[in-house]
């Protein structure tokens, strides 16, 4: 019995060196596993109390606990004192430095086209236009029919527009917003409508299948084609300065009558000509007319009493000409040098 109770007191001293020397909460552990393990030291001399009588069982079985006990409260000690130097360390390595200067932050910046979008909603707001919005997955009864456009016309062919089913299809324009509001709202409707737009276009200098367009209507008793040109030489007053001019172009379009092309003096070299508008000193930026009675009354209007106008702006040409742009793919390539221009 005195040699076993002698082996205890050995392990205990044994312990307390390695606990003095470890340096780590994982040092702590093997040492923890190599004495108090289920095969450690400890418990291996705890096996041997089979071969003790009944009455040095118990005795033998307090010594064991005691030093256990201790040896499990040494232990703790130690890992505590570890973990608070190891979260000391922590600490201090990562420390931060208030006082030096924050690391920068890019800024970044209202993409051109939106830009453009912006500056033609606010000319517009400000003549007390609201904005509309619509879906750019549409039907063809608001995309095509409603606009008097009817199965077999060109408008409609796939090399032009993107179908999804046969009656769904990616909008070619925003004007079925405006036969939406049309629908809810009735007259006096005084609306711009901007957004993306999809066709088939192959990409070049000036084509892109995604592009934006900003679209205007106004529907009142008495609303005439003066009106019409007269909202239109201020839009192109406030966007491109008090001395730009428009002019118009007799043109078709299905949805009104009459119909007009619209252009602005070109903003490259003032009306005198150049390779921007092709000797012309005029640049095309948008088409316009007078609603076709048959849209009105399609939608619940009824033309005998009520007239409106529409028109469309092509913003990426807009954008193009507002900040001196040539080539539209630089509108869609997110190249930051050039984005970085328009900060």
């Not at 552990?29 to 030291?41: A, D, I």
């Not at 003066?226 to 043109?251: C, M, W, Y």
Request: glycine share 8%; net charge negative.
């Amino acid at each position: 019995m005195s040699d076993l109770i002698h082996s205890l007191y050995a392990i205990h001293d044994a312990f307390q060196k390695e606990i003095s020397g470890i340096a780590s909460s994982t040092d702590a552990e093997t040492v923890r596993v190599k004495y108090l393990g289920k095969k450690g030291e400890l418990t291996g001399v705890l096996r041997m109390m089979g071969s003790l009588t009944p009455e040095e069982r118990p005795i033998i079985g307090q010594h064991a606990n005691d030093i256990r006990a201790k040896m499990e409260a040494e232990l703790e000690t130690c890992l505590r004192k570890l973990q608070a130097d190891e979260q000391r360390k922590q600490l201090i390595s990562q420390t931060i430095d208030v006082t030096l200067p924050a690391s920068p932050v890019a800024m970044g910046s209202r993409h051109p086209l939106y830009k453009a979008i912006d500056e033609i909603c606010e000319v517009f707001l400000g003549l007390g236009y609201s904005i509309a919005e619509g879906p750019e997955v549409e039907y063809d009864l608001y995309n095509f029919e409603k606009l008097r456009l009817p199965p077999g016309h060109p408008a409609r062919d796939t090399q032009d527009t993107f179908y999804i089913t046969d009656n769904i299809l990616l909008r070619t324009q925003t004007s079925p917003v405006q036969v939406r509001v049309m629908e809810k709202q009735k007259p006096p409707i005084k609306i711009v409508c901007p957004g993306k737009v999809y066709r088939s276009d192959a990409l070049d200098s000036t084509h892109s299948p995604i592009f934006h367009q900003f679209e205007g209507l106004v529907v009142d008793k008495g609303v005439t084609m003066g009106d019409l040109v007269g909202s239109l030489q201020l839009f192109a007053r406030k966007l491109f300065g008090e001395n730009t001019k428009i002019r118009l172009r007799p043109h078709h379009f299905p949805f009104t009558e009459p119909s007009c092309e619209v252009d602005l003096t070109c903003w490259s070299c003032k009306g005198k000509g150049c390779r921007v508008c092709k000797g012309e000193g005029y640049v095309e930026v948008l088409g316009a007319g007078m609603v076709h009675p048959e849209v009105l009354s399609g939608c619940g209007i009824d033309p005998e009493v009520y007239s409106g106008f529409a028109f469309g702006i092509g913003v990426e040409r807009t954008a193009m000409g507002r900040f001196g742009i040539d080539d539209i793919r630089n509108l869609y390539e997110n190249d930051v040098r050039f984005l970085k221009q328009f900060k």
